[in-house]
């Protein structure tokens, strides 16, 4: 069966249709003839991701699920959240945007912080959503030198390296992404 992951990354297409099997054939955007950009307007990572996944169901008439991914600081009232991507403006710079936070976070001491994904599949006239959630501390000062976005600043939640000091299989057995990405494949495993 024919299934839409709506990004352009094949690595994580690639990664993702491997931990599926054969069951179902998944197609990215630029496959299924979408080449044009999604709107995301909204002001929730929930709502981004149901808005693409709803956006190529209804347009190509495919199933289809979409991911949406941030950081939620609370003490800073949920910032940079849904503009995590381009926190410090539009040049979408990791550097820029873990500056900014560090700035925000200079005189505070609540550093809890959480990534969380949210993802939203079409299936069969019907909407669900999966989502994982780590929680974690903002640092100081930049640690590490793998990863992306703030990964040089989280510290999961147990652990004292941040993930940017960790190897990508080890970043992987805890991240938000792949407990999310879990629950869709258990999903999908199953119907
Ligand atoms: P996306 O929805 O996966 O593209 O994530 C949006 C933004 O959230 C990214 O550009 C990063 O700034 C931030 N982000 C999401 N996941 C991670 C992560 O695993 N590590 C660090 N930053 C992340």
Do not use: W
């Not at 793998?146 to 000091?165: C, L």
């Amino acid at each position: 069966m024919k299934l839409c992951f709506a990004t352009n990354n094949q690595n994580k297409l690639k990664e993702i249709q491997a931990l599926l099997g054969d069951k179902f054939e998944l197609v990215t955007l630029s496959e299924i003839g979408c080449l044009e950009e999604i709107p995301e307007p909204f002001e929730t990572i929930e709502e981004n991701a149901l808005a693409k996944a709803r956006y190529v169901h209804e347009k190509y008439g495919l199933d289809c699920f979409a991911d949406d991914s941030g950081l939620i600081v609370p003490s800073l009232n949920g910032e940079p959240g849904v503009h995590s991507a381009y926190y410090a403006g539009p040049q979408r710079s990791h550097d820029d945007n873990i500056n900014l936070l560090l700035q925000k976070l200079s005189n505070e001491n609540d550093r809890s912080a959480y990534f969380k994904t949210v993802i939203y599949l079409s299936f069969q006239n019907e909407y669900h959503a999966f989502e994982g959630r780590v929680p974690g501390t903002i640092i100081g000062e930049k640690r590490g030198t793998g990863g992306f976005g703030y990964d040089p600043v989280f510290v999961p939640q147990g652990h004292d390296r941040t993930f940017a000091e960790m190897s990508l299989a080890e970043k992987s057995k805890i991240s938000h992404r792949s407990i999310a990405f879990a629950g869709l494949i258990d999903f999908l495993e199953n119907h």
